[in-house]
């Protein structure tokens, strides 16, 4: 018997891209310029083909280099030089100071640190998760830190319950995120062997301790401009069309404090929803001490890896007041890339923080991504596409900011439940600011919206990689996910729309 071919999901896109680009390109239905044409066709192309992962999504972000200069949109120039925008090497850096950080197991000692503080009770410990994985996330990748927690929390959740035995975080990439998905570009997720499956712990103390990881993730991915890739997404844009350099400091100011009240919001609906208690087995109320213990003192990398990384950190908050008038070509992104050079030259044992065998983790494919948002981006303004774009939406008669901004926050936090949250963001960023060009409001508070919202998916595990390796763990259910991730949902739309209505412009005015 000969197989029968399914038609899968990415076979349909396969040719759904192209064939959208001739369809809008050739018949230019909405009859615009021919420049705003070919970008509102190669911008289909290349959605369609992210949306239904055709192709690997990094290959995707290449097409801008081939659509707009054959299109006669820009130059091969003009095209590619947004791949090398200032903000992929602010995360380029970022991403090769964590890779340092990981390597010495400095961020297992630190998470261990800040959920011991807060003791063993069900809701405290909650907290702490939610609190030591949020901090993380804001240095290093949302996925590292959701794959390093995870077994963290499994052991705490068998040590601590009542329930028997114990089970193996299994993470299998093909069952929870679909093939080529850009929060797996490099294949970082775990998968190891599921030793007892009746054994699993499945209490409502499990389920609410791994989505407190996951949803600490991507809430504390926020806070820091080198946290999420829509934060460097929305940072790229403004000092690219509104000449705004949006820096450490200031990305801080307006995220840490969303981050934070967001984070106990989330708590509290956990607590609410779920109502985790613990039936805990006697003797067994100090696994984090013991595990603390189990590190024993810190190593010689540690420190010299904790020492270059607050060297960085101290020089992305201090530039503004005491760095930038002695050096004012001085960046974020020129801190970032001395930091990563740094961990390079950093002897360590007669080795170093980092070796060049350990960047095949880098995350390159984001930084395409990254790179293809950006080259759209240019398109749309150097086409007029934006202002298009723009008045059609302000023709809708919504000329109100706050309902604006609960439109966009709605819009995006419901698209990036379902596609990549960094596609998102690129997609809206050019639209975001010109709305606000055509509606006569601040275009940054619209784009800021765009890139928060784009950070707060809870629904379904495929949204994020938090999401997809907490699922991956057992420990609950699509539809436990999908309940509490939707009750989270309106309280995150809200949170961000008034932030954005009275926070951002005090901050950022």
Known sequence: MVPTRRLTRQTVGLFLGPASFLFLYVGNPFGLDPAATAVLAGTAWVVLWWVTEALPIPVTSLLPIVLFPMTGVMSVGNATAPYADPIVFLLLGGF?????????????????????????????????????????????????????????????????????????????REDILEPNDPRDVQGELLHSVDTDP??????????ALMLGIAYGASIG????????????????????????????????LVGVPLA???????????????????????????????????LGAMTTGERRVLGVFG?????????????????????????????????????????????????????WGVLLLLGAGFSIARGFQES???ETVADAIAGLGITELAAMILLVATVVIVLTNVTSNTATASLFMPITLSIGIA???????????????????????????????????????????????????????????????????????
């Not at 009746?198 to 389920?207: C, M």
């Not at 080198?226 to 997404?233: C, E, L, R, W, Y």
């Not at 960046?331 to 065998?357: C, K, M, Q, S």
């Not at 309940?483 to 008034?498: D, E, F, Q, R, Y």
């Open 439 to 509: 509606i006569g409001v601040a275009p940054l508070t619209l784009m800021a919206t765009a890139a928060f919202a784009a950070s707060f998916a809870f629904v379904l595990p495929v949204a994020t990689a938090p999401n997809a390796i907490v699922f991956g763990s057992g420990y609950l259910t699509i539809p436990e996910m999908a309940k509490v991730g939707l009750a989270i949902t309106l309280p995150a739309i809200l949170a961000i729309s008034a932030f954005a209505i009275w926070w951002i412009p005090m901050v950022w005015s």
């Open 96 to 172: 090769l100071i964590a890779l340092a950080i990981e390597r010495w197991n400095l961020h297992h000692r630190l998470s261990l640190l800040i959920i011991s503080s807060v003791g063993t009770g069900g809701s405290r410990l909650i907290l702490g998760f939610m609190g030591a994985t949020a901090v993380l996330s804001m240095w290093i990748s949302n996925t590292a830190t959701a794959m390093m927690m995870v077994p963290i929390g499994a052991a705490v959740i068998v040590e601590l319950t009542s329930v028997g035995g114990r089970r193996t975080p299994m993470l299998d």
């Open 198 to 207: 009746e054994a699993l712990p499945n209490t409502a103390f499990g389920i």
């Open 311 to 363: 060297l960085v950190a101290a020089a992305w908050v201090l530039r503004p007041f005491l760095l930038q008038p002695a050096f004012p070509m001085l960046t974020d992104a020129v801190i970032a890339i001395a930091g990563a050079v740094l961990v390079f030259v950093v002897p360590v044992d007669g080795e170093r923080l980092l070796d060049w065998e350990y960047t095949t983790r880098v995350p």
């Open 260 to 294: 934070t009240v967001f984070l106990f919001v989330t708590w509290g609906i956990l607590i609410v929803l779920l109502r985790p208690t613990i039936d805990r087995q006697p003797g067994r109320e100090d696994v984090i001490d013991d595990q603390l213990a189990e």
């Open 221 to 252: 991915g926020a806070a820091t401009l080198i946290g999420s890739p829509p934060n460097a997404v929305l940072a790229g844009v403004a000092a690219s069309s509104l000449g705004v350099d949006i820096g450490f400091l200031e990305w801080m």
């Open 384 to 386: 007029g596409l934006d």
